[in-house]
């Protein structure tokens, strides 16, 4: 009967249980983090905007505020100020006054959790003043995504597509490039492979789901930055610290970037820990672009278009400096390819 060599199982051993430990706790991480941010959501201070002088409004919002923290009013010096905030996504609402009452324009597409609990709140507030309130949704969510969950799992999708495509060039060809040759030529794998995944995506959302029919060629753009994007954190990561970095990747891009991405709930629904996460982690950018993109005429993608552009950056920055650096180490200290350092 054959029998692994004794040193070789010593080898294995501490290895395998240290993997499996950390698998523990990254899994320990997900149920933290799902079950923790998304059990019980409850809003707080979801903004809404209204025009400075505009007392019938102002008066409601405030009274409203004495009553509960569910809604924070925003002060505008103008009207007009106020209804580019909403198309902005800076609110996600703007109440004013009008000769019969009240009126409360929305935008769902911004988010439909927070405009309904905004929208339950004012008129809740309405009703007990005896003020007649009007709903106006200026920018809806298509009735093919009345949750408006559609642009989340898009983005999860390119997210998760971008990070195993890392990880799977890792196994195969090793987690580090020896040379910076070879991280050019990886960054230009990846970069092919994050188009064609942002074309997918978007022909299925669109000609395929019928969601987005005539914003095909904006989620393929989108998508293929957001592939990408993840797919040179990860690859950066996985450069320095090898295999094992796909947990820190994990961590990042799906423990703690999903549910804090703002997707599928408002941030304003989320624990303080993860309401900003969207800000600054891939997912959520992903996110706030394509809904600024599709929905608001690419009002307020900026940031979200600049930043997902700075992680690419970034991440292939640290891909080529982990082969100048570990990448020639590993090459001078193992001839052979090895599974780290091919």
Do not use: C
């Amino acid at each position: 009967m054959d029998q692994a060599p004794q040193g070789g199982s010593r080898d294995w051993a501490p290895r395998s249980i240290g993997l499996l430990l950390g698998t523990l706790a990254l899994a320990t991480a997900f149920i933290a983090a799902y079950v923790g941010a998304l059990h019980q959501p409850t809003p707080r201070d979801l903004p809404v905007g209204v025009a400075a002088g505009d007392q019938r409004a102002e008066a409601t919002l405030a009274a409203v505020r004495d009553q509960t923290t569910i809604i924070k009013p925003i002060g505008y010096d103008d009207p007009g100020a106020a209804e580019h905030g909403l198309l902005s996504r800076s609110v996600y609402a703007v109440l004013s006054s009008r000769d019969s009452g009240l009126l409360l324009t929305v935008a769902s597409a911004s988010g439909p959790s927070a405009t309904s609990a905004i929208r339950e709140v004012l008129t809740t507030a309405a009703a007990r003043s005896n003020t007649p309130l009007e709903v106006v949704d200026e920018v809806p969510v298509p009735p093919a995504d009345p949750r408006g969950v559609v642009p989340f799992y898009l983005n999860v999708g390119f997210v998760l597509g971008g990070y195993l495509a890392s990880t799977v060039l890792g196994i195969s060809a090793g987690t580090t490039p020896r040379t910076a040759r070879r991280a050019g030529l990886r960054i230009a794998a990846l970069a092919v492979y994050s188009v064609l995944l942002g074309i997918a995506g978007a022909l299925v959302v669109g000609p395929g789901l019928g969601i987005w029919h005539h914003d095909v060629p904006t989620i393929a753009a989108i998508g293929a930055l957001a592939v990408f994007a993840a797919a040179m954190l990860a690859s950066a990561i996985q450069g320095w610290l090898g295999v094992a970095g796909t947990a820190l990747v994990i961590l990042l891009l799906v423990v703690l970037g999903n549910p804090g991405s703002g997707g599928i709930y408002a941030p304003e629904f989320l624990p303080t820990l993860l309401r900003g996460m969207h800000r600054w982690n891939i997912p959520g950018l992903a996110n706030d672009l394509t809904k600024a993109a599709v929905y608001f005429d690419w009002r307020s993608a900026g940031w979200p278009a600049a930043a997902l552009a700075l992680w690419a950056v970034l991440g292939a920055v640290g891909l080529v400096t982990a082969s100048l650096v570990r990448g020639r180490r590993a090459g001078a200290s193992h001839p052979t390819p090895t599974r780290d350092g091919g």
